[in-house]
Antibody, heavy 120, light 110 residues
């Protein structure tokens, strides 16, 4: 089974762009029949789906975040990335990457998560 | 899209059963058999316990079971054990390439 690992800055200033990368190991991102997804969780709160990308580059986003989100894939590095623009304190959360198994539409596995704080 | 509704908390004594509900709409839970359940320990990533309403991944104890009726899905944990104390989240495919999670339920083993 593939393993996922998030990386990126832990602190982002308000109005700037949050950028995170998810590195996939144990399998090729381009040959796996998965969707690659981002999910976030503010401290003490529930999970929120951000969006997903297929290896073809096709993307789908949460309508509530769509205007600020870009998810991309770099097959040469076996990575996919998240960019969230114009961030505010409300975007402070643990960000997870995860795979979506197409047949089951469930999230499995997940990365360990990375905390991003939006603060000046 | 609104989050699926779960009770904030549920509890039971060791050996007992606890059932958690997950209420959505005909556009998500009621419209698709793509409901999944996740267990999350503090500071850890969620782990899938049930997918496609009632299927268990390899390695998940058969004490965990899922079902659905109309717009409400349910997770039942039978024979509660101390290690089952965690937060549980449901998730559903919501159509048009969209997903929605539940509000989460904290399960306490008394």
């Amino acid at each position: 089974q593939v393993q996922l690992q998030e990386s990126g800055p832990g602190l982002v200033k308000p109005s700037q762009t949050l950028s995170l990368t998810c590195t996939v190991s144990g399998g090729s991102i381009s040959s796996s029949n998965y969707y690659w997804s981002w999910i976030r969780q503010p401290a003490g709160k529930g999970l929120e789906w951000i969006g997903r990308i297929y290896t073809s580059g096709s993307t789908n986003y949460n309508p509530s975040l769509k205007s600020r989100v870009t998810i991309s894939v770099d097959t040469s590095k076996n990575q996919f990335s998240l960019k969230l623009s114009s961030v505010t304190a409300a975007d402070t959360a643990v960000y997870y990457c995860a795979t979506i198994v197409p047949a089951a539409l469930s999230f499995d596995p997940w990365g360990q998560g990375t905390l991003v704080t939006v603060s000046s | 899209q609104s989050a699926l509704t779960q009770p904030p908390s549920a509890s039971g004594s060791p050996g007992q059963s606890v059932t958690i509900s997950c209420t959505g709409t005909s556009s998500d839970v009621g419209g698709y058999n793509y409901v999944s359940w996740y267990q999350q320990y503090p500071g850890k990533a969620p782990k899938v316990m049930i997918y496609e309403v009632s299927k268990r991944p390899s390695g998940v104890p058969d004490r965990f079971s899922g079902s659905k009726s109309g717009n409400t899905a349910s997770l039942t944990v039978s024979g509660l054990q101390a290690e089952d104390e965690a937060d549980y989240y449901c998730s559903s495919y919501a159509g048009t390439n969209n997903y929605v999670f539940g509000t989460g339920t904290k399960v306490t083993v008394l």
